[in-house]
T-cell receptor, first 112, second 113 residues
Framework: EDQVTQSPEALRLQEGESSSLNCSYTVSGLRGLFWYRQDPGKGPEFLFTLYSAGEEKEKERLKATLTKKESFLHITAPKPEDSATYLCAVQAGGGSNYKLTFGKGTLLTVNP | KAGVTQTPRYLIKTRGQQVTLSCSPISGHRSVSWYQQTPGQGLQFLFEYFSETQRNKGNFPGRFSGRQFSNSRSEMNVSTLELGDSALYLC????????????FGQGTRLTVV
């Protein structure tokens, strides 16, 4: 069974204090790894898709990287508006099941 | 370009009742998936529809069902509601089945009392 574990569960940063969120996964062949951001009371907002080990993608202060066992979401010089829950999900390769398996998320709080 | 629209946003139902939730995907998207989100379990896959056919189903009881119409709009139904069905129900749409970029709606917050 596909599994996704995110750490830490919660992270508090000061504005400008860079850090990384971790997503460890076990999947029978990875088709894609996805990062989403979710604000309270809203649906997840798509950030990145990574497909193969060594791939990196960037968007503003966020950078996602992928290895064969985990993915990192690096946040550089965060601002209070980056506060949200960050979700990681995997899609297994092979077969016809395209469901996303999600981790429980990391709640990020950035204090001014 | 309009996003994924889910209605209603909030619902309060009594145990034993049934409920129908609606999802209108992004124009041109043909795949719709449903997820249940709770504080304890996180986001869990319910089912996926493509071309009016259910393609996959998660580990939920038969009380949870859905359908997709020819215009790709989808509905999910929960019968004989239980307290544990209280959750945020999210719909995600994508162009095809690969879900390389799945876009979520705001969700329907269901409370069962």
């Amino acid at each position: 069974e596909d599994q996704v574990t995110q750490s830490p569960e919660a992270l508090r940063l000061q504005e400008g204090e860079s850090s990384s969120l971790n997503c460890s996964y076990t999947v029978s062949g990875l088709r894609g790894l996805f990062w989403y951001r979710q604000d309270p009371g809203k649906g997840p907002e798509f950030l990145f898709t990574l497909y193969s080990a060594g791939e990196e993608k960037e968007k503003e202060r966020l950078k996602a990287t992928l290895t064969k066992k985990e993915s990192f979401l690096h946040i550089t010089a965060p601002k209070p508006e980056d506060s949200a829950t960050y979700l990681c999900a995997v899609q297994a390769g092979g077969g016809s099941n395209y469901k996303l398996t999600f981790g429980k998320g990391t709640l990020l709080t950035v204090n001014p | 370009k309009a996003g994924v629209t889910q209605t209603p946003r909030y619902l309060i139902k009594t145990r034993g009742q049934q409920v129908t939730l609606s999802c209108s995907p992004i124009s041109g998207h043909r795949s719709v998936s449903w997820y249940q989100q709770t504080p304890g379990q996180g986001l869990q896959f319910l089912f996926e529809y493509f071309s009016e056919t259910q393609r996959n189903k998660g580990n939920f009881p038969g009380r949870f069902s859905g359908r997709q119409f020819s215009n790709s709009r989808s509905e999910m139904n929960v019968s004989t509601l239980e307290l544990g069905d209280s959750a945020l129900y999210l719909c995600a749409s994508s162009q095809g089945r690969m879900n390389t970029e799945a876009f979520f709606g705001q969700g329907t917050r269901l409370t069962v009392v």
